[in-house]
């Protein structure tokens, strides 16, 4: 009989404990589903945010060559604008010139008229 309550008591401690152990694993899992949500929807965001990341550095990279063209363009416009600015003073200084000479010409033309009417004159 002794033996009969030891193995009633045997089976009655590992009944329990096993049953222990199970509520714990239930309980466990019921705790840890909530936080493995959190975690998936937190991995599914971390995956979007390096998205992200990739398109603005892209975005920033085609920004940086956008600038450096920019800076180019300005530049040609500003050897242009020299070009065209060396131009207009060649030019202006060309019509002086010109007229300068009209001028000597006029003066020559009264002079040659002068020195011919006295020399008909006579």
């Known amino acids: 009989m002794k033996k009969i309550f030891k193995v009633a008591a045997v089976l009655g401690v590992s009944a ?18 909530p936080l493995q949500e959190k975690i998936n929807l937190l991995e599914q965001k971390l995956s979007e945010l390096e998205e992200l990341k990739a398109q603005v550095q892209a975005n920033t990279q085609k920004i940086q060559e956008i600038e450096r063209e920019h800076a180019d363009i300005r530049a040609q416009l500003r050897q242009i604008e020299q070009t065209a600015n060396a131009a207009y003073t060649k030019a202006t200084n060309n019509e002086q010139a010109i007229e300068d000479l009209n001028a000597a010409i006029q003066r020559q033309s009264q002079n040659v008229e002068r020195v011919l009417g006295t020399h008909y004159a006579k």
Not at 19 to 25: D, N, P, S
């Open 16 to 33: 329990v404990v096993f049953t222990g152990c199970a509520t714990k694993k239930t309980t466990y899992e019921q705790e840890i589903a």
